[in-house]
């Protein structure tokens, strides 16, 4: 590891070391690639995908269980405006913000041009049909082989690990929230079948219409998080963790130096 600048590499891809934890120096372009390899493989275990925002980082540095799940992921997306900032101040910036959403949506074209089979988990029942419709309409040809919304209890898990381990996606898309989503990929990695796993939050929330992104001058100012405390002002408390994030990001940096 370059001590100066926190970079090193893990599974053959650069990272930098944020809070402890590992995030990808990779484009949304080059994660895509990345992934449309991994499940072309013949694959024999789950590659896990977490796109990470501060807030995430910032909680990891406190949940034991969260900072596991995201050493052991294949790949870790600098999902947000705090995380490239932290890569910067780091002395090691990631090349750019890949977005949860943005990664969704890139991977569902890369996906129907060769019909990898797709599972979508999570969001309330009606949510999620309309996001499947949606998808199958913006992408000709998507194969997407089955889906479940994500408000079941705990004895139902078996259920829908078995059905998706008999359909046998290549790509799954979990929908369910920070940190249910990575908590549940992770628990039952032994239980999927080898694909792409990846944690995509209110993803499908967007894609059925029900929320809406930032305009795209927001989101290229990094003000992506300030437009979803306007529209959904319950999320206050979760980005008052910012600040905090900010704070810890500068203490690793002053005792790199
Ligand atoms: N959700 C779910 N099961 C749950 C809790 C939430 O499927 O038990 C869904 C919810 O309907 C929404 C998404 O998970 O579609 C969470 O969206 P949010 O924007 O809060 O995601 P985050 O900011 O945590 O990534």
Same mark, same amino acid.
């Given at each position: 590891?370059?001590?100066?600048?926190?970079?090193?590499?893990? !599974?053959?891809?650069?990272?930098? &070391? *944020? +809070? /402890? $934890? %590992? =995030?990808?120096?990779?484009?949304?372009?080059?994660?895509?690639?990345?992934?449309?390899?991994?499940?072309?493989?013949?694959?024999?275990?789950?590659?896990?995908?977490?796109?990470?925002?501060?807030?995430?980082?910032?909680?990891?540095?406190?949940?034991?269980?969260?900072?596991?799940?995201?050493?052991?992921?294949?790949?870790?997306?600098?999902?947000?405006? !705090?995380?490239?900032?932290?890569? &910067? *101040? +780091? /002395? $090691? %910036? =990631?090349?750019?913000?890949?977005?949860?959403?943005?990664?969704?949506?890139?991977?569902?074209?890369?996906?129907?041009?060769?019909?990898?089979?797709?599972?979508?988990?999570?969001?309330?029942?009606?949510?999620?049909?309309?996001?499947?419709?949606?998808?199958?309409?913006?992408?000709?040809?998507?194969?997407?082989?089955?889906?479940?919304?994500?408000?079941?209890?705990?004895?139902?898990?078996?259920? *829908? +690990?078995?059905?998706?381990?008999?359909?046998?996606?290549?790509?799954?898309?979990?929908?369910?929230?920070?940190?249910?989503?990575?908590?549940?990929?992770?628990?039952?990695?032994?239980?999927?079948?080898?694909?792409?796993?990846?944690?995509?939050?209110?993803?499908?929330?967007?894609?059925?219409?029900?929320?809406?992104?930032?305009?795209?001058?927001?989101?290229?100012?990094?003000?992506?998080?300030?437009?979803?405390?306007?529209?959904?002002?319950?999320?206050?408390?979760?980005?008052?963790?910012?600040?905090?994030?900010?704070?810890?990001?500068?203490?690793?940096?002053?005792?790199?130096?």
């Amino acid at each position: 590891m370059d001590r100066k600048s926190n970079s090193t590499t893990k !599974g053959g891809h650069s990272i930098v &070391r *944020i +809070l /402890g $934890s %590992p =995030v990808n120096s990779l484009t949304l372009e080059e994660t895509v690639q990345a992934l449309g390899s991994a499940w072309a493989e013949d694959r024999q275990r789950v590659a896990h995908v977490v796109t990470a925002n501060a807030e995430m980082l910032y909680q990891s540095s406190k949940d034991k269980e969260l900072a596991e799940i995201i050493e052991a992921a294949e790949i870790v997306t600098a999902d947000g405006a !705090g995380v490239v900032l932290a890569s &910067r *101040i +780091l /002395g $090691s %910036p =990631v090349p750019e913000r890949v977005a949860g959403f943005d990664l969704m949506v890139e991977c569902l074209k890369e996906a129907s041009r060769t019909s990898v089979p797709i599972y979508f988990l999570g969001a309330e029942p009606h949510i999620l049909n309309k996001a499947v419709a949606n998808a199958r309409e913006l992408f000709p040809g998507l194969n997407v082989v089955g889906s479940h919304h994500g408000y079941f209890r705990d004895g139902e898990d078996e259920s *829908i +690990l078995d059905e998706i381990y008999s359909l046998k996606p290549c790509l799954l898309l979990a929908a369910m929230g920070v940190p249910r989503q990575e908590k549940w990929i992770y628990r039952n990695k032994k239980k999927l079948p080898p694909c792409v796993a990846m944690g995509v939050g209110g993803s499908f929330d967007v894609l059925a219409g029900k929320s809406r992104r930032a305009p795209l001058w927001m989101q290229r100012a990094g003000l992506e998080w300030f437009y979803r405390v306007i529209k959904e002002p319950y999320r206050l408390g979760r980005t008052a963790v910012l600040p905090a994030f900010l704070f810890a990001v500068l203490n690793q940096a002053a005792h790199r130096k």
